[in-house]
């Protein structure tokens, strides 16, 4: 098993694929930084607009963790739909070059084989995010500072500047957990699709219907709970003035559940597929 | 007859006004205020607002008699546009009258209410009312009604008998509710369309701690 999951990690470093998605995730962030830089204060001005009438204000909220703040925001459609790409493509490139036949041909089991694929998804989606997390936290503080951050969630709420920076960092560790659930899911298509384009199609198209269904209601507070589309958004949780840790707790350990799911159900099935 | 009718009302409304004269506890008051050249003080804001939330932050506020009061903070500060002027400046800038409304038993004590009209179109203010603790010579609340800013209510506390700067105040104003750009929605913010078409507006309450002060007196 080790050997097999040091082979997928090589393969994993040595394609293209891996840089043009972490150079993607830098670009936006870049652009981010750009924009902020040149109209974020115009955006703010509009954010707090209708406040100004009544307040001043001492102090800057265009700063490093606004910009933190807007780059977690990715995690809603860019990010994954990025990590969905390359993910699916660590099973179905295999299809694609006959690799897998060779592979399966030597003294490797097929569940281990795919479950080699699956831990390497995982490895590398949280490489993004730490790499995401890093690189911003780097540019965004060396270019605009520290500060207070603030945010919209049915309330204005201003965090102090190691507050929003400890919301931020678990705010990435649980978008990392929801990412994780997209790799997992575009690991799981990929053995059912096999074909790249239609697999990568299939997996745009499940996230933009997890993200339509985010607000849909189901009628009972416990369906309501454990539908996954509206785990997605725990990270956002967060940032609401007081945390409550045992939902936030609770959404992803139930999010990981439906991971554990789909790694079972993508390797029963691709255990019984013929590889031919 | 009529003449000697509008003669007598001439004669009445001379000596009303001549009776609005400034009531002595409050230039008493004033006098001391004057008496503060400039202060500084570290202030502790907690900002109760219903659509905002915000932790309890801490400014430096610096008062220099005939200059515009200014805070400064490592933090990020919202003030109160209206109702950090517990000096009192804008109400005695302009020439002004007094009307006496009684007295009020608050924590054991009298005190005085004074109603200080302006009487000078220049004036920002329309009418102030003072609760005054005249034994103390200092002013525990007012209200302060302005011609274009609506009106807001300062209550003040302070430390000890003598000080004439409180160590307390509480600011309370209207906050026209917040109008947050969809584009700026968080995807967990729950849009309650006939509450956003309301024009209502909220009572904000500023909380200020004034401590460590520094006054210089003429």
């Known amino acids: ?276 | 007859m009529i003449r000697l009718v509008t003669i007598l009302f001439l004669l009445i409304c001379r000596i009303g006004f001549a009776q609005q004269e400034i009531d002595a506890d409050l230039l008493h008051i004033k006098a001391r205020m004057d008496a503060v050249q400039q202060f500084s003080a570290t202030v502790v804001l907690d900002l109760d607002v219903p659509f905002i939330r915000m932790p309890t932050k801490t400014a430096k506020i610096s008062y220099e008699r005939g200059k515009q009061t200014t805070f400064s903070s490592q933090d990020f500060v919202m003030l109160p546009k209206r109702g950090l002027d517990f000096s009192l400046t804008e109400l005695f800038k302009y020439p002004f009258i007094t009307v006496e409304r009684g007295t009020e038993m608050r924590n054991g004590k009298s005190l005085k209410i004074l109603n200080v009209i302006p009487t000078d179109n220049r004036s920002e203010l329309a009418l102030a009312t003072l609760f005054m603790d005249v034994e103390n010579q200092r002013i525990v609340q007012s209200e302060i009604n302005t011609r274009k800013e609506g009106s807001y209510t300062l209550q003040m506390q302070y430390a000890n008998e003598k000080d004439m700067l409180p160590n307390y105040l509480e600011a309370a104003f209207a906050v026209e509710r917040l109008k947050i750009p969809f584009n700026f929605m968080g995807k967990d913010t729950q849009i309650d369309r006939k509450q956003m078409k309301a024009k209502d507006t909220k009572t904000g309450v500023i909380k200020m701690q004034l401590k460590d002060y520094n006054i210089k007196y003429n």
């Open chain 1, 1 to 276: 098993m080790s050997a097999l999951l040091f082979a997928e990690l090589l393969k994993l470093i040595k394609q293209p694929k891996t840089y043009w998605a972490l150079g993607a995730i830098f670009l936006i962030e870049l652009l981010i930084l750009v924009t902020a830089y040149y109209q974020g204060s115009t955006i703010l001005d509009i954010l707090l607009d209708s406040l100004k009438q009544s307040f001043y204000f001492e102090g800057s909220l265009l700063n490093g963790n606004l910009i933190l703040y807007i780059v977690l925001n990715g995690l809603w459609f860019n990010v994954p739909l990025i990590i969905m790409i390359v993910t699916s493509g660590i099973l179905t490139d295999e299809y694609k070059d006959g690799t897998i036949q060779t592979s399966l041909l030597q003294a490797v089991k097929k569940q281990h084989f795919i479950l080699a694929k699956y831990i390497v998804a995982v490895a590398f989606t949280l490489v993004v995010i730490a790499f995401m997390m890093l690189s911003t936290c780097v540019l965004a503080y060396t270019i605009f500072g520290k500060g207070d951050l603030v945010v919209y969630l049915n309330t204005l709420n201003f965090f102090k500047s190691a507050d929003a920076f400890k919301r931020i960092c678990w705010a990435f560790a649980s978008g990392a957990v929801a990412m994780v659930f997209y790799s997992l899911v575009s690991i799981t298509l990929a053995v059912w699709i096999k074909e790249a384009a239609k697999t990568w199609i299939a997996a745009a198209l499940f996230l933009v219907i997890t993200n339509l269904l985010l607000k849909l209601d189901l009628g009972t507070p416990m369906l309501n709970h454990f539908f996954f589309p509206k785990l997605m958004d725990t990270w956002q949780q967060f940032f609401y003035f007081e945390i409550d840790w045992f939902p936030i707790f609770l959404n992803n350990a139930i999010l990981l559940f439906y991971g554990v799911v789909l790694t079972f159900i993508g390797t029963w099935t691709f255990h019984k597929q013929d590889i031919g």
